[in-house]
């Protein structure tokens, strides 16, 4: 009993002295850790994966998909951009019409002079021109013309703004007013004009020899 006794006794020990004693980067074994080599293996190789990167594939598909998104929406967001210029266009000319009405009343004719209308043009309008029967108004890229038709004849309003292929042309009188979104045929925005003109009226088919592309506003 007693050999049995130490030697056993004399195997834990030996153990025991021998783990206290490993280096903290020294290498156990399955028989020594009680673990399978292999599920250490992959569990690192799990931790590692995780702490890495995109790859180049997932980096290209997110590429990928933002160039076909921006092909998508940009040309959306132009037509919306150029629309609701073309929509400011149209009230401001719509607001100037009024307050010639209102000077024709008050007069007996027309002016080319917005000083002596009852309205006051958005934004900082600089003069350009003040002839007996025409004149030009810029504040930035909108441009404002107004013209009289002959000696006591019908005013007209020409608003443009450059950031847009298109511009706003108004004749009236007295008695009522006509006017229309036209489209330079030969402006490299063309068909982007035809289409915000087109959303605000009406293609005129007698038109065939002019320069222009004529849209009927509603």
Same mark, same amino acid.
């Given at each position: 009993?007693?050999?049995?006794?130490?030697?056993?006794?004399?195997?834990?020990?030996?153990? %025991?002295? #021998?783990?206290?004693?490993?280096?903290?980067?020294? $290498?156990? #074994?399955?028989?020594?850790?009680?673990?399978?080599?292999?599920?250490?293996?992959?569990?690192?190789?799990? =931790?590692?994966?995780?702490?890495?990167?995109? #790859?180049?594939?997932?980096?290209?598909?997110? $590429?990928?998909?933002? +160039?076909?998104?921006? %092909?998508?929406?940009?040309?959306?967001?132009?037509?919306?951009? %150029?629309?609701?210029?073309?929509? +400011?266009?149209?009230?401001?000319?719509?607001?100037?019409?009024?307050?010639?009405?209102?000077?024709?009343?008050?007069?007996?004719?027309?002016?080319?002079? $917005?000083?002596?209308?009852?309205?006051?043009?958005? +934004?900082?309008?600089?003069?350009?021109?003040?002839?007996? /029967?025409?004149?030009?108004?810029?504040?930035?890229?909108?441009?404002?013309?107004?013209?009289?038709?002959?000696?006591?004849? /019908?005013?007209?309003?020409?608003?443009? /703004?450059?950031?847009?292929?298109?511009? $706003?042309?108004?004749?009236?009188?007295?008695?009522?007013?006509?006017?229309? =979104?036209?489209?330079?045929?030969?402006?490299?925005?063309?068909?982007?004009?035809? /289409?915000? =003109?087109?959303?605000?009226? %009406?293609?005129?088919?007698?038109?065939?020899?002019?320069?222009?592309?004529?849209?009927?506003?509603?």
């Amino acid at each position: 009993m007693k050999n049995r006794f130490t030697g056993r006794f004399g195997r834990l020990f030996l153990n %025991a002295v #021998t783990l206290e004693g490993r280096s903290p980067g020294a $290498v156990v #074994t399955k028989q020594e850790s009680g673990e399978d080599p292999g599920l250490r293996h992959s569990r690192m190789t799990l =931790c590692d994966k995780r702490r890495g990167g995109f #790859t180049l594939i997932e980096l290209l598909v997110v $590429v990928l998909i933002i +160039g076909i998104l921006a %092909a998508v929406a940009l040309p959306q967001y132009q037509k919306a951009v %150029a629309r609701t210029r073309l929509a +400011g266009a149209i009230s401001l000319a719509t607001s100037i019409v009024q307050a010639e009405r209102v000077y024709h009343m008050a007069n007996g004719e027309y002016t080319v002079d $917005v000083d002596h209308l009852d309205i006051q043009l958005p +934004g900082e309008f600089t003069r350009k021109s003040l002839e007996a /029967s025409t004149s030009q108004y810029i504040s930035g890229q909108l441009h404002v013309y107004l013209y009289i038709n002959g000696v006591g004849g /019908s005013p007209r309003v020409v608003i443009r /703004s450059t950031q847009i292929p298109s511009f $706003v042309n108004m004749s009236f009188d007295s008695e009522g007013a006509y006017y229309w =979104c036209g489209v330079l045929k030969t402006d490299p925005q063309v068909e982007l004009g035809k /289409s915000i =003109c087109s959303t605000y009226g %009406a293609l005129r088919l007698d038109t065939a020899g002019s320069g222009y592309f004529y849209y009927d506003l509603k």
